[in-house]
């Protein structure tokens, strides 16, 4: 073979090399762990009636997920973690109609605070889920109810957030 030939074969090479090490960086060293709402709190696993699911892996902003879509990674900043969370009505009673144990919240404005300072403010979407990137430390999450949550860096904290409970007889 010729000089110019091979000089063309290792460029190649060396450009197919290249490519596979940029990839590789770009992709998530873990496994996403998958979680859904069941009405009371988050478990791990899909839904069983195909509904929102967050997807999260330790080092990345959580993902929420409808139905067949796959988790996209975006790395968190240094020093921050995450806030993945539901807003819902809790339904219970005798006479209701069958259906979810929960209606979610949708449009409901989600307080975050710390310190006694609002430091975010976010909306639950249709569904009722929200998220938000915060620095690691203590933080008070209000809808309607509060809860107490601590973030680590490069975690994320699930957040179950009742808004009342519609009960009947």
């Known amino acids: 073979m010729s000089t110019s030939v091979?000089?063309?074969l290792t460029g190649l090479l060396l450009l197919v090399i290249?490519?596979?090490a940029v990839a590789a960086a770009k992709r998530p060293v873990g496994k996403w762990n998958f979680f859904h709402f069941d009405g009371s709190s988050f478990v791990s696993g899909p839904s069983a009636d195909g509904g929102t699911q967050v997807a999260v892996l330790a080092g990345f902003r959580p993902v929420l997920l409808k139905k067949g879509e796959k988790p996209a990674a975006v790395d968190l900043a240094a020093g921050t973690g995450a806030l993945a969370g539901?807003?819902?009505i809790q339904r219970s009673g005798g006479k209701l109609?069958?259906?979810p144990a929960y209606l979610p919240c949708a449009a409901m404005p989600v307080q975050i605070s710390t310190g006694?300072?609002?430091v975010a403010t976010v909306m639950?979407?249709?569904q009722g889920y929200f998220q938000v990137t915060v620095t690691a430390g203590r933080y008070r999450i209000e809808a309607k109810e509060a809860v107490e949550v601590t973030v680590e860096n490069g975690a994320t904290a699930l957040?179950?957030?009742r808004a009342g409970k519609?009960?009947?007889?």
Request: net charge positive.
């Open 124 to 126: 639950t979407d249709d």
């Open 86 to 88: 539901i807003c819902f």
């Open 97 to 99: 109609k069958r259906g």
């Open 116 to 118: 006694g300072k609002v």
């Open 159 to 161: 957040i179950p957030l």
């Open 6 to 8: 091979n000089v063309f």
């Open 18 to 20: 290249s490519l596979t």
């Open 166 to 169: 519609r009960m009947a007889d």
